[in-house]
């Protein structure tokens, strides 16, 4: 199944951040460039700079001009990641390129990479609760709230993994089709972002 090596890289890349835990920590990827698992594992790893990036920024004694600056560095991010999850996406469209959908077919809410782009964040939420439960320094019931808050995202990862595992099967049958939408983000372009182009 594509989600049990998918789930495994983004435990990797997510683990490969928390030996320096430090969000100027330079990418080093284990896999073949160009591969679909050195995406997934680049892909977990902007994730997860972004991650501390949005814990940093909401230190309330934080520097203002530190503050901006970071704020660009979250935009970048965002893009990155964006652009990241079509990559992933041409990559299902590369390997379905050959199937011929079903005179039936019907295309899903949303595409595969952005089902994959929710579980590695999904990914993320599951290593930081665990942190939470194995706090020394919190109550009795906040552990015991964030394990109950740990079960639920373990169920969840379990439920997105299957529904994404049975949407490339369908896809793959001729049962769904799929379609890249190229994100359009208007406040990042200098020709649609009032405020850039001086409106």
Not at 6 to 11: L, S, V
Not at 93 to 112: C, F, G, H, M, Q
Not at 132 to 147: F, K, N, P, S, V
Request: with cysteine.
């Amino acid at each position: 199944m594509f989600t049990e090596k998918a789930n495994e890289i983004f435990r990797r890349a997510i683990a490969d951040y928390h030996v320096h835990d430090n969000v100027e920590t330079p990418i080093v990827n284990p896999y073949s460039a160009g591969s679909i698992d050195a995406t997934l594992y680049h892909k977990c790893w902007i994730d997860t700079v972004q991650w501390h990036f949005e814990d940093i920024i909401r230190d309330p004694s934080i520097d203002p001009v530190a503050a901006l600056t970071l704020k660009r560095r979250i935009d970048k991010s965002n893009q990155d990641r964006t652009d990241m999850v079509e990559d992933i996406d041409t990559y299902f469209r590369t390997v379905y390129k050959d199937v011929t959908p079903l005179p039936d077919a019907t295309i899903n809410t949303e595409s595969p990479a952005w089902a994959i782009d929710r579980l590695s964040i999904l990914a993320l939420k599951l290593w930081h609760m665990k942190e939470q439960t194995e706090r020394t320094d919190a109550t009795q019931e906040h552990i015991a709230t964030c394990r109950g808050k740990l079960a639920v995202l373990l169920e969840q990862q379990q439920d997105l993994s299957a529904a994404i595992d049975q949407l490339l099967d369908d896809i793959a049958a001729g049962r769904k089709y799929m379609k890249v939408y190229r994100q359009m983000k208007m406040y990042n372009d200098p020709s649609t972002n009032p405020v850039l182009y001086g409106k």
